[in-house]
């Protein structure tokens, strides 16, 4: 696959008087992000991400390190937490058994909650809100799926409104800038 042009950088250095030492106490506090203190920096999560073949920048085992170094700024504001393509490879290779998705979802919420959320991923929750299915749905499809008698797409999405509203996502804010 060729390597995509565009890259994009974390700060080049950083001061140790800069981290965050609550940052990793405050990640592993999640039942799901328990197994980080696992984490040997092998690099064999990177090295099976397909993220991380097109942006050789998006690193598994960086952010990883990042997290347990106590980089909390620069983590939960940087926009490749929500890259990953939930494919779960860094998780079915790891040879410490890190769940590094699940890891990766805690730092999306807690970067929800600081205000990082990029704005097309609440634009796609208040359609999910809407319509209760993630993607719009377009005339031509629903006709040509009565055309080939498929069963209309029913939709919950009186239901899925409560589950969200009851998770608080609806009130989340989108990033006003890219930081
Ligand atoms: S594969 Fe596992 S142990 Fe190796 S760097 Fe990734 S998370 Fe850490
Ligand atoms: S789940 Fe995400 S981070 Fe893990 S290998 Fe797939 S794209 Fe990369």
């Known amino acids: 696959m060729n390597k995509a042009k565009k890259t994009f950088k974390f700060k080049e250095t950083i001061s140790t008087l800069e981290f965050d ?11 799901d992000a328990q197994g980080l203190n696992a984490c040997f920096s092998c690099g064999t999560c ?15 085992k960086k952010l990883a390190k990042m997290v347990r170094l106590g980089m909390r700024k620069e983590v939960l504001s940087s926009s490749y937490i929500w890259y990953c393509a939930t494919c779960h490879n860094c998780e079915q290779r790891c040879p410490q058994n890190v769940k590094f998705f699940s890891i990766l979802n805690v730092l999306k919420n807690m970067a929800a909650k600081k205000g990082y959320a990029p704005a097309v991923w609440i634009e796609q ?18 006709k040509k799926r ?34």
């Open 21 to 31: 030492y609550g940052f990793k106490s405050d990640v592993l506090a999640h039942p």
């Open 46 to 60: 990177s090295a099976g991400c397909p993220i991380h073949e097109i942006f050789p920048d998006y690193s598994p």
């Open 125 to 142: 929750t208040k359609q999910v809100m809407e319509t209760g299915i993630v993607f719009a749905t377009e005339d031509s499809w629903v």
């Open 146 to 179: 009565k055309a080939l008698s498929l069963r209309s797409l029913k939709v919950y999405a009186d239901k899925i409104r409560r589950i969200i509203g009851k998770t608080g996502i609806d009130k989340i804010k989108p990033r006003i800038s890219s930081v």
